[in-house]
């Protein structure tokens, strides 16, 4: 069974740009998080998709959107990039048993923003 | 909002002691409590899990206990091993129970 899969593994872009990542979840799972890695601040929660629809929101500023399709792939945007956005974007999936189960990461999209 | 604290930052151990980190959390209604393992270049992966509903968990080396009384819960490595260095994440769900909300880590290095 394949993993999660994000896509592409690196970026860079310039301040003022905007960017978008994808995340292919593992097949049959319906639910897809994103979260931003930064040195010294963990794992800080964007939002979840179930179903297309985004049940869950963190406190991110509005430039951070996102989506997903009805195959459950999901894509994040960022838009007019600042340098403070550069950071490990990871994407999880989880499947259908439920919000207390294992979420399973993918290997992230490392962000440059120069 | 649910918040997770997590110490150490840092814990550094020789190979075959024990190490313990702790976590505490805000919000009661919580009821899942993941830990992560990290190791450099590399996607978390859950190392062990455990619900409210049950106050201690083992799995080989590895334990997790709860006290839902005191919003905490602890990751337990026994007989540590140079390949127990890592960054390991705990975690708990929000309220709304879609997502986790995650500690800020501990390093912890094992040397030989």
């Known amino acids: 069974k394949a993993g999660v899969t994000q896509t592409p593994r690196y970026l860079i872009k310039t301040r003022g740009q905007q960017v978008t990542l994808s995340c292919s979840p593992i097949?049959?799972?319906?639910?897809v998080s994103w979260y931003q890695q930064t040195p010294g601040q963990g794992l800080q929660f964007l939002f979840e998709?179930?179903?297309?629809?985004?049940?869950n929101k963190g406190n991110f500023p509005g430039r951070f959107s996102g989506r997903q399709f009805s195959n459950s792939r999901s894509e994040m945007n960022v838009s007019t990039l600042e340098l403070g956005d550069s950071a490990l974007y990871l994407c999880?999936?989880?499947?259908?048993?439920?919000?207390?189960?294992?979420?399973?990461f993918g290997q992230g999209t490392r962000l440059t923003v120069v | 909002g649910e918040n997770v604290e997590q110490h150490p930052s840092t814990l550094s151990v020789q190979e075959g002691d024990s190490a313990v980190i702790k976590c505490t959390y805000s919000d009661s209604a919580s009821n899942y409590f993941p830990w992560y393992k990290q190791e450099l270049g590399k996607r978390p992966q859950l190392i062990i899990d455990i619900r409210s509903n049950v106050g201690e968990k083992k799995d080989q080396r590895i334990a997790v206990t709860l006290n839902k009384t005191a919003k905490h819960f602890s990751l337990h490595i026994t007989e540590t091993q140079p390949e127990d260095s890592a960054v390991y994440f705990c975690?708990?769900?929000?309220?709304?129970?879609?997502?986790?909300?995650f500690g800020k880590g501990t390093t912890l290095s094992v040397s030989s």
């Open positions: 097949s049959g799972h319906r639910s």
């Open positions: 975690a708990a769900n929000d309220q709304a129970g879609t997502a986790l909300i």
């Open positions: 998709y179930f179903s297309e629809t985004q049940r």
């Open positions: 999880a999936s989880r499947g259908t048993g439920g919000s207390n189960t294992e979420a399973f």
